[in-house]
């Protein structure tokens, strides 16, 4: 049981400190998601560029239609990413969200026992 504000703030650093690194862990996440995207949908554009320079400036129906389905897959799968990723955040976050609770919990307790 704590004796003063110090003790509790000594034993609630450790728990402070991890929250801090769940949020810091789902911001990475969520940064790494969006940069997945963000490379997907360039190396789409990209191999939309070289099948279309391939075609030789022919209007190649089949070519064109196959970049411009590559172009909607490569915005599928970014989009997937996104979603994966904030997901995890939130599951992340989630367990920020539940480790405040508990430390509240015990800091209310600790205080309770403490009679203040």
Partial sequence: MPASGEDLEAELAPLLAEVDDIDSQAERIAADADSAAEHIREQAEREAAAILEAAGGSADAERVRAAAERGAQAQRDAALVRE?????????????????????????????????
């Fill in 84 to 116: 994966q990723s904030r997901a995890e955040a939130a599951r992340i976050r989630g367990r920020r969200e539940e480790a405040v609770a508990e430390l509240v919990a015990e800091v209310l307790a600790c205080v309770r026992r403490t009679g203040r």
